[in-house]
Protein backbone atom coordinates (compact mmCIF):
# COMPACT_ATOMS: atom_id res chain seq x y z
CA UNK A 1 0.00 0.00 0.00
CA UNK A 2 2.56 2.50 1.26
CA UNK A 3 4.85 1.94 -2.29
CA UNK A 4 1.30 2.55 -3.96
CA UNK A 5 0.81 5.58 -2.59
CA UNK A 6 4.52 6.76 -3.39
CA UNK A 7 4.61 5.73 -6.29
CA UNK A 8 1.60 7.54 -7.40
CA UNK A 9 2.37 10.75 -5.61
CA UNK A 10 5.34 11.17 -7.37
CA UNK A 11 3.65 10.62 -10.94
CA UNK A 12 0.87 13.50 -10.03
CA UNK A 13 3.62 15.33 -8.34
CA UNK A 14 5.18 15.59 -12.01
CA UNK A 15 1.90 16.16 -13.25
CA UNK A 16 1.24 19.00 -11.63
CA UNK A 17 5.01 20.47 -11.86
CA UNK A 18 4.28 20.54 -15.31
CA UNK A 19 1.72 23.11 -14.49
CA UNK A 20 4.24 25.11 -12.12
CA UNK A 21 2.70 23.94 -8.65
CA UNK A 22 4.83 22.28 -6.21
CA UNK A 23 2.85 19.81 -4.43
CA UNK A 24 5.28 19.07 -1.21
CA UNK A 25 4.40 23.11 -0.47
CA UNK A 26 0.89 22.81 -0.99
CA UNK A 27 0.62 20.15 1.15
CA UNK A 28 3.29 21.84 3.68
CA UNK A 29 0.65 24.29 3.85
CA UNK A 30 -2.26 21.85 3.94
CA UNK A 31 -0.79 20.21 7.32
CA UNK A 32 -1.10 24.10 8.74
CA UNK A 33 -4.86 24.36 8.92
CA UNK A 34 -6.55 22.98 11.54
CA UNK A 35 -10.42 22.45 11.40
CA UNK A 36 -12.53 23.24 14.53
CA UNK A 37 -14.36 20.21 14.64
CA UNK A 38 -17.68 20.44 16.78
CA UNK A 39 -18.42 18.17 19.60
CA UNK A 40 -22.50 18.23 19.23
CA UNK A 41 -22.19 15.19 16.07
CA UNK A 42 -21.44 12.92 18.48
CA UNK A 43 -24.25 13.27 20.76
CA UNK A 44 -26.97 15.07 18.43
CA UNK A 45 -26.42 18.48 20.67
CA UNK A 46 -27.78 17.39 23.65
CA UNK A 47 -24.90 18.22 26.30
CA UNK A 48 -24.85 16.86 29.57
CA UNK A 49 -26.99 19.05 31.56
CA UNK A 50 -30.31 18.59 33.03
CA UNK A 51 -32.29 22.02 32.11
CA UNK A 52 -35.83 20.01 31.86
CA UNK A 53 -35.56 21.51 27.85
CA UNK A 54 -36.48 19.76 24.91
CA UNK A 55 -33.99 20.42 22.09
CA UNK A 56 -35.12 23.72 20.56
CA UNK A 57 -34.28 26.71 19.19
CA UNK A 58 -35.13 26.08 15.87
CA UNK A 59 -32.27 22.87 16.06
CA UNK A 60 -33.43 19.43 15.00
CA UNK A 61 -31.32 15.74 14.62
CA UNK A 62 -32.95 12.98 12.79
CA UNK A 63 -31.93 9.16 12.99
CA UNK A 64 -31.74 6.77 15.79
CA UNK A 65 -28.37 4.96 14.97
CA UNK A 66 -27.18 3.26 17.99
CA UNK A 67 -23.90 4.26 19.80
CA UNK A 68 -24.57 7.72 20.99
CA UNK A 69 -22.06 9.50 23.33
CA UNK A 70 -23.81 9.24 26.56
CA UNK A 71 -21.37 11.12 28.40
CA UNK A 72 -18.07 13.22 28.38
CA UNK A 73 -15.68 10.44 28.39
CA UNK A 74 -17.91 8.76 25.81
CA UNK A 75 -17.58 12.11 23.61
CA UNK A 76 -13.92 11.97 24.31
CA UNK A 77 -12.99 8.69 23.56
CA UNK A 78 -15.27 9.28 20.12
CA UNK A 79 -13.45 11.86 19.38
CA UNK A 80 -10.36 10.23 20.01
CA UNK A 81 -10.87 8.11 17.05
CA UNK A 82 -12.07 10.42 14.71
CA UNK A 83 -8.97 12.54 15.40
CA UNK A 84 -6.65 10.02 14.45
CA UNK A 85 -8.46 9.07 10.98
CA UNK A 86 -8.29 12.69 10.38
CA UNK A 87 -5.17 13.72 8.74
CA UNK A 88 -3.78 16.46 10.32
CA UNK A 89 -3.63 18.36 13.80
CA UNK A 90 -6.99 20.17 14.56
CA UNK A 91 -8.88 21.92 17.04
CA UNK A 92 -12.05 21.01 18.59
CA UNK A 93 -15.77 23.39 19.08
CA UNK A 94 -17.61 22.90 22.25
CA UNK A 95 -20.97 24.35 23.28
CA UNK A 96 -21.61 25.05 26.45
CA UNK A 97 -24.14 22.59 27.16
CA UNK A 98 -21.47 20.26 27.35
CA UNK A 99 -20.19 21.13 30.95
CA UNK A 100 -19.17 19.02 33.93
CA UNK A 101 -20.65 19.77 37.14
CA UNK A 102 -20.60 16.63 38.85
CA UNK A 103 -23.57 15.99 38.76
CA UNK A 104 -24.59 19.51 40.56
CA UNK A 105 -27.57 21.86 38.27
CA UNK A 106 -25.07 24.91 37.43
CA UNK A 107 -27.22 27.51 35.71
CA UNK A 108 -25.87 28.63 32.64
CA UNK A 109 -24.75 32.32 33.60
CA UNK A 110 -22.76 30.40 36.81
CA UNK A 111 -21.38 28.49 34.35
CA UNK A 112 -16.92 28.66 35.35
CA UNK A 113 -13.82 27.66 33.79
CA UNK A 114 -13.50 25.14 36.16
CA UNK A 115 -16.72 23.68 34.78
CA UNK A 116 -14.46 22.38 31.88
CA UNK A 117 -11.33 21.48 33.52
CA UNK A 118 -11.31 17.95 31.86
CA UNK A 119 -12.03 19.20 28.52
CA UNK A 120 -8.73 21.51 29.06
CA UNK A 121 -6.84 18.34 30.20
CA UNK A 122 -7.46 16.27 27.32
CA UNK A 123 -6.99 19.15 24.85
CA UNK A 124 -3.89 19.80 26.25
CA UNK A 125 -2.80 15.89 26.56
CA UNK A 126 -3.93 15.45 22.70
CA UNK A 127 -2.94 19.13 21.21
CA UNK A 128 -5.94 20.20 20.78
CA UNK A 129 -6.97 24.24 20.93
CA UNK A 130 -10.53 24.86 22.08
CA UNK A 131 -13.26 27.10 20.36
CA UNK A 132 -16.41 27.60 22.04
CA UNK A 133 -19.89 28.85 22.11
CA UNK A 134 -22.54 30.17 24.58
CA UNK A 135 -25.93 27.78 24.50
CA UNK A 136 -28.64 30.11 23.69
CA UNK A 137 -31.27 27.59 23.15
CA UNK A 138 -32.84 23.70 24.80
CA UNK A 139 -33.51 25.65 28.01
CA UNK A 140 -36.85 27.31 29.84
CA UNK A 141 -35.33 30.72 29.26
CA UNK A 142 -34.99 30.45 25.83
CA UNK A 143 -38.95 28.57 25.23
CA UNK A 144 -40.48 31.93 23.89
CA UNK A 145 -37.95 31.93 21.15
CA UNK A 146 -36.02 34.60 22.11
CA UNK A 147 -32.90 35.36 23.98
CA UNK A 148 -31.01 38.48 23.72
CA UNK A 149 -33.80 40.08 21.99
CA UNK A 150 -36.36 39.18 23.60
CA UNK A 151 -38.43 42.14 25.58
CA UNK A 152 -38.97 40.49 29.11
CA UNK A 153 -35.60 42.16 30.40
CA UNK A 154 -35.34 39.36 32.68
CA UNK A 155 -34.47 36.97 30.16
CA UNK A 156 -32.36 39.67 28.24
CA UNK A 157 -30.42 39.79 31.62
CA UNK A 158 -29.91 35.74 32.09
CA UNK A 159 -28.40 35.51 28.53
CA UNK A 160 -25.92 38.37 28.77
CA UNK A 161 -24.69 36.96 31.77
CA UNK A 162 -24.71 33.89 30.39
CA UNK A 163 -22.37 35.32 27.10
CA UNK A 164 -20.35 36.78 29.36
CA UNK A 165 -19.47 33.90 31.59
CA UNK A 166 -18.69 31.96 28.17
CA UNK A 167 -16.13 34.83 27.37
CA UNK A 168 -14.23 33.91 29.95
CA UNK A 169 -14.18 30.54 29.79
CA UNK A 170 -13.25 30.78 26.40
CA UNK A 171 -10.41 33.03 27.16
CA UNK A 172 -9.04 30.68 29.83
CA UNK A 173 -9.56 28.28 27.37
CA UNK A 174 -6.91 30.61 25.18
CA UNK A 175 -4.53 31.16 28.34
CA UNK A 176 -4.41 27.32 29.17
CA UNK A 177 -3.60 25.99 25.34
CA UNK A 178 -1.80 28.29 24.07
CA UNK A 179 -4.10 29.67 20.90
CA UNK A 180 -6.90 32.30 20.74
CA UNK A 181 -10.29 30.81 21.48
CA UNK A 182 -13.32 31.73 19.12
CA UNK A 183 -16.27 32.40 21.26
CA UNK A 184 -19.07 32.65 18.78
CA UNK A 185 -22.52 33.83 19.54
CA UNK A 186 -25.71 32.54 17.86
CA UNK A 187 -29.05 33.13 18.97
CA UNK A 188 -32.19 31.69 17.44
CA UNK A 189 -34.55 35.14 18.26
CA UNK A 190 -37.29 35.49 15.63
CA UNK A 191 -41.28 34.74 14.63
CA UNK A 192 -42.95 32.45 12.59
CA UNK A 193 -45.05 35.13 10.95
CA UNK A 194 -44.43 38.81 10.06
CA UNK A 195 -43.62 41.13 13.44
CA UNK A 196 -45.44 44.34 13.10
CA UNK A 197 -41.92 45.88 14.36
CA UNK A 198 -38.99 45.09 13.21
CA UNK A 199 -36.93 47.30 14.74
CA UNK A 200 -37.00 46.99 18.13
CA UNK A 201 -35.92 43.31 19.07
CA UNK A 202 -32.61 44.49 16.74
CA UNK A 203 -32.36 47.08 19.46
CA UNK A 204 -32.44 45.06 21.97
CA UNK A 205 -30.25 42.36 20.74
CA UNK A 206 -27.76 45.67 19.83
CA UNK A 207 -27.75 46.59 23.05
CA UNK A 208 -27.23 43.07 24.51
CA UNK A 209 -24.08 42.64 22.33
CA UNK A 210 -22.26 45.78 23.57
CA UNK A 211 -23.35 44.60 26.82
CA UNK A 212 -22.06 41.57 26.42
CA UNK A 213 -18.62 42.74 24.81
CA UNK A 214 -18.24 46.01 27.25
CA UNK A 215 -15.37 44.15 29.07
CA UNK A 216 -12.23 44.30 26.46
CA UNK A 217 -10.21 40.87 26.40
CA UNK A 218 -7.03 40.34 24.98
CA UNK A 219 -7.47 38.45 21.70
CA UNK A 220 -4.44 36.34 22.12
CA UNK A 221 -6.91 34.84 24.25
CA UNK A 222 -10.67 35.02 22.90
CA UNK A 223 -11.62 36.35 19.76
CA UNK A 224 -15.61 37.39 19.48
CA UNK A 225 -17.88 36.25 16.93
CA UNK A 226 -21.36 36.62 16.05
CA UNK A 227 -23.23 34.65 13.69
CA UNK A 228 -26.59 35.27 11.55
CA UNK A 229 -29.06 33.06 9.55
CA UNK A 230 -31.64 33.57 6.90
CA UNK A 231 -34.68 31.42 8.86
CA UNK A 232 -34.67 28.44 11.49
CA UNK A 233 -37.67 26.66 11.89
CA UNK A 234 -40.26 29.28 14.05
CA UNK A 235 -38.51 31.90 12.93
CA UNK A 236 -39.45 31.16 8.96
CA UNK A 237 -40.89 35.09 8.58
CA UNK A 238 -38.48 37.28 10.82
CA UNK A 239 -34.90 36.49 12.48
CA UNK A 240 -33.68 38.98 14.30
CA UNK A 241 -29.84 38.41 14.04
CA UNK A 242 -30.05 38.59 10.42
CA UNK A 243 -26.88 38.57 8.11
CA UNK A 244 -27.10 42.19 7.45
CA UNK A 245 -27.66 42.87 11.11
CA UNK A 246 -24.81 40.85 11.31
CA UNK A 247 -22.52 42.17 8.96
CA UNK A 248 -23.15 45.52 10.40
CA UNK A 249 -22.32 44.75 14.15
CA UNK A 250 -19.20 42.53 13.24
CA UNK A 251 -17.75 45.85 10.98
CA UNK A 252 -18.79 48.77 13.83
CA UNK A 253 -17.70 46.69 17.32
CA UNK A 254 -14.47 45.23 15.74
CA UNK A 255 -15.55 41.22 16.08
CA UNK A 256 -15.30 38.14 13.79
CA UNK A 257 -18.41 37.91 11.07
CA UNK A 258 -19.67 34.05 11.21
CA UNK A 259 -20.59 32.39 7.52
CA UNK A 260 -22.17 29.62 7.46
CA UNK A 261 -22.86 27.90 5.06
CA UNK A 262 -26.03 26.36 5.73
CA UNK A 263 -27.61 29.88 7.24
CA UNK A 264 -28.41 30.77 3.12
CA UNK A 265 -30.95 30.66 0.72
CA UNK A 266 -30.48 26.86 -0.61
CA UNK A 267 -29.43 28.75 -4.04
CA UNK A 268 -26.50 30.98 -2.54
CA UNK A 269 -23.45 30.16 -2.46
CA UNK A 270 -21.27 32.05 0.81
CA UNK A 271 -17.92 31.98 -1.67
CA UNK A 272 -18.62 35.10 -3.51
CA UNK A 273 -19.23 37.00 -0.34
CA UNK A 274 -15.57 35.91 1.73
CA UNK A 275 -13.71 38.48 -0.91
CA UNK A 276 -16.01 41.10 -0.57
CA UNK A 277 -16.17 40.85 3.67
CA UNK A 278 -12.69 40.65 4.19
CA UNK A 279 -11.90 44.11 2.17
CA UNK A 280 -13.52 45.57 5.05
CA UNK A 281 -13.32 42.79 8.03
CA UNK A 282 -9.23 41.78 9.47
CA UNK A 283 -10.99 37.94 10.39
CA UNK A 284 -14.04 35.18 9.66
CA UNK A 285 -15.16 32.20 10.79
CA UNK A 286 -16.50 30.06 8.62
CA UNK A 287 -18.76 27.16 9.78
CA UNK A 288 -18.75 24.44 7.14
CA UNK A 289 -22.40 22.92 6.72
CA UNK A 290 -24.69 21.48 3.70
CA UNK A 291 -27.97 22.39 4.13
CA UNK A 292 -30.47 20.46 1.92
CA UNK A 293 -33.54 22.56 0.68
CA UNK A 294 -33.21 23.99 3.99
CA UNK A 295 -30.46 24.46 6.99
CA UNK A 296 -30.73 21.00 7.51
CA UNK A 297 -26.71 20.21 9.01
CA UNK A 298 -25.83 17.43 6.69
CA UNK A 299 -22.88 16.19 6.17
CA UNK A 300 -20.32 17.76 4.38
CA UNK A 301 -19.54 16.37 0.85
CA UNK A 302 -17.10 17.30 -1.70
CA UNK A 303 -19.44 19.15 -3.61
CA UNK A 304 -18.95 22.26 -6.15
CA UNK A 305 -20.02 24.80 -3.37
CA UNK A 306 -17.42 23.81 -0.99
CA UNK A 307 -14.75 23.51 -3.43
CA UNK A 308 -15.69 26.80 -4.49
CA UNK A 309 -15.21 28.33 -0.99
CA UNK A 310 -12.08 26.30 -0.80
CA UNK A 311 -10.86 28.04 -4.03
CA UNK A 312 -11.72 31.64 -2.82
CA UNK A 313 -10.22 31.10 0.44
CA UNK A 314 -6.44 30.14 -1.41
CA UNK A 315 -6.89 31.94 -4.45
CA UNK A 316 -7.29 35.51 -1.82
CA UNK A 317 -4.52 34.43 0.48
CA UNK A 318 -6.87 34.54 3.18
CA UNK A 319 -6.23 31.22 5.09
CA UNK A 320 -4.84 33.07 7.77
CA UNK A 321 -7.09 35.24 8.08
CA UNK A 322 -10.18 32.89 8.31
CA UNK A 323 -10.99 30.20 10.98
CA UNK A 324 -12.49 26.81 9.49
CA UNK A 325 -14.89 25.90 11.50
CA UNK A 326 -16.86 21.92 11.04
CA UNK A 327 -21.21 22.34 11.81
CA UNK A 328 -23.62 19.27 11.49
CA UNK A 329 -25.05 16.53 13.01
CA UNK A 330 -26.37 13.31 11.56
CA UNK A 331 -28.09 10.81 13.90
CA UNK A 332 -29.37 8.62 10.88
CA UNK A 333 -25.62 7.30 10.27
CA UNK A 334 -22.45 6.30 12.70
CA UNK A 335 -21.59 9.54 14.03
CA UNK A 336 -17.86 9.11 14.28
CA UNK A 337 -18.08 8.45 10.65
CA UNK A 338 -20.13 11.75 9.92
CA UNK A 339 -16.59 13.36 12.04
CA UNK A 340 -14.32 11.97 9.61
CA UNK A 341 -15.92 12.03 6.20
CA UNK A 342 -16.64 15.44 6.44
CA UNK A 343 -13.72 16.63 8.02
CA UNK A 344 -11.43 14.82 4.93
CA UNK A 345 -13.70 16.22 2.55
CA UNK A 346 -13.08 19.63 3.81
CA UNK A 347 -9.29 18.89 3.96
CA UNK A 348 -9.79 17.55 0.19
CA UNK A 349 -11.24 20.57 -0.92
CA UNK A 350 -8.60 22.68 0.26
CA UNK A 351 -6.09 20.95 -1.17
CA UNK A 352 -7.62 21.28 -4.75
CA UNK A 353 -7.43 24.67 -4.23
CA UNK A 354 -3.94 24.79 -2.96
CA UNK A 355 -2.91 22.72 -6.09
CA UNK A 356 -4.12 25.53 -8.66
CA UNK A 357 -1.63 27.54 -10.22
CA UNK A 358 -2.73 30.71 -8.91
CA UNK A 359 -0.95 32.77 -10.02
CA UNK A 360 -1.56 31.88 -13.61
CA UNK A 361 -4.71 32.00 -13.21
CA UNK A 362 -4.30 35.26 -11.62
CA UNK A 363 -1.89 36.53 -14.93
CA UNK A 364 -4.75 35.30 -16.83
CA UNK A 365 -7.37 37.33 -15.53
CA UNK A 366 -5.61 40.39 -15.45
CA UNK A 367 -4.55 40.17 -19.36
CA UNK A 368 -8.27 39.16 -20.37
CA UNK A 369 -7.74 35.96 -21.89
CA UNK A 370 -10.90 34.40 -20.35
CA UNK A 371 -10.47 31.24 -23.01
CA UNK A 372 -7.04 30.24 -21.38
CA UNK A 373 -8.13 29.99 -18.26
CA UNK A 374 -11.35 28.43 -18.66
CA UNK A 375 -9.48 25.75 -20.63
CA UNK A 376 -7.19 25.52 -17.34
CA UNK A 377 -9.89 25.34 -14.72
CA UNK A 378 -11.18 22.64 -16.49
CA UNK A 379 -8.09 19.99 -17.25
CA UNK A 380 -7.17 21.14 -13.47
CA UNK A 381 -10.04 18.79 -12.91
CA UNK A 382 -8.90 15.94 -14.14
CA UNK A 383 -5.27 16.19 -12.13
CA UNK A 384 -5.08 13.11 -10.41
CA UNK A 385 -5.74 15.67 -6.90
CA UNK A 386 -6.74 11.56 -5.29
CA UNK A 387 -3.01 10.51 -5.63
CA UNK A 388 -1.48 13.56 -3.28
CA UNK A 389 -4.50 13.32 -0.75
CA UNK A 390 -3.60 9.52 -0.12
CA UNK A 391 0.10 10.90 0.54
CA UNK A 392 -1.34 13.47 2.69
CA UNK A 393 -3.05 10.99 4.75
CA UNK A 394 0.13 8.39 4.60
CA UNK A 395 2.48 11.33 5.60
CA UNK A 396 -0.01 11.88 8.87
CA UNK A 397 -0.74 8.45 9.61
CA UNK A 398 -4.53 8.93 8.66
CA UNK A 399 -6.30 6.08 6.67
CA UNK A 400 -5.81 5.80 3.00
CA UNK A 401 -9.12 5.68 1.07
CA UNK A 402 -11.84 4.36 2.39
CA UNK A 403 -9.57 2.03 5.21
CA UNK A 404 -11.01 4.51 7.73
CA UNK A 405 -14.27 2.69 7.87
CA UNK A 406 -12.60 -0.53 9.23
CA UNK A 407 -11.39 1.14 12.55
CA UNK A 408 -14.87 2.79 12.72
CA UNK A 409 -16.97 -0.53 12.42
CA UNK A 410 -14.14 -2.06 14.87
CA UNK A 411 -15.37 0.84 17.31
CA UNK A 412 -18.47 -0.16 16.90
CA UNK A 413 -18.65 -3.79 17.74
CA UNK A 414 -15.84 -2.71 20.54
CA UNK A 415 -17.46 0.26 21.81
CA UNK A 416 -20.50 1.76 20.23
CA UNK A 417 -22.74 -1.56 20.36
CA UNK A 418 -22.52 -1.33 24.64
CA UNK A 419 -24.15 1.75 24.75
Known sequence: MNDRVHAAYQIAKDHYAEMGVDTDRALAALARIALSVHCWQGDDVGGFENTGAELGGGIATTGNYPGKARTAAELRRDLDLAYRLIPGTHRLNLHASYAETDGKRVERNALRPEHFAAWIAWAQANHHALDFNPTLFSHPQAASGFTLASYDKGIRNFWIEHCIACRHIGAAFGRALGSPCVTNIWIPDGLKDTPANRRTPRELLRHSLDTILAEKIDPQYNLDAVEGKLFGLGSESYVVGSHEFYLGYALTRGVLLTLDTGHFHPTETIADKISAVLLYAPELLLHVSRGVRWDSDHVVTFSDELQLIAQEL?????????????????????????????????????????????????????????????????????????????????????????AFMDAIKEYAERELAQR
Open 314 to 402: VRGGYLERVHIGLDYFDASINRIAAWVIGARNTLRALLGALVEPSDRLRVLDVAGDYTTRLALLEELKAMPLGAVWDYFCLQHNAPVGI
